[in-house]
């Protein structure tokens, strides 16, 4: 069973940056697409990035376009997402998942069948 845990969130001001990290209980995990998923209060849980098991391939949600950076290390089980110029929208709960049985980035929240718990994010204005 693979296990994912997140951390890297945090409290900063908009204008600001984090960088959050997910680590795998598995090595196995390096042959899966990772995502990256956010979920504010009220709302839906939405795809923010991917990113595919060779790293060849990213994609990313309209809205963090330019300002998030997804990559990976397969070496040390872990995956990224840089975030900066940090908006009060951003504030969620920020999951990283794994899809085992994709080869290209997928963005529906159901595709993904690994997650880890969340790390929060709360960025003020």
């Known amino acids: 069973q693979l296990q994912l845990e997140e951390s890297g969130g945090g409290l900063v001001q908009a204008g600001g940056s984090l960088r959050l990290l997910c680590v795998a209980s598995?090595?196995?995990?390096?042959?899966?697409?990772m995502g990256w998923f956010r979920q504010a209060p009220g709302k839906e849980r939405e795809f923010v990035a991917g990113?595919?098991?060779?790293?060849?391939?990213?994609s990313y949600a309209d809205f963090v376009k330019g300002r998030f950076t997804i990559s990976r290390d397969n070496a040390k089980n872990r995956v990224y997402l840089q975030m900066n110029s940090l908006k009060p929208e951003d504030t969620a709960v920020y999951y990283c998942?794994?899809?085992?049985?994709?080869?290209?980035?997928?963005?529906?929240?159901?595709?993904?069948?690994?997650w880890g718990q969340g790390t929060q994010v709360t960025v003020s204005s």
């Open positions: 598995e090595r196995t995990f390096s042959y899966a697409t």
């Open positions: 998942a794994a899809d085992r049985n994709g080869v290209m980035v997928r963005t529906t929240p159901v595709a993904y069948t690994a």
């Open positions: 990113i595919s098991w060779s790293g060849s391939n990213t």
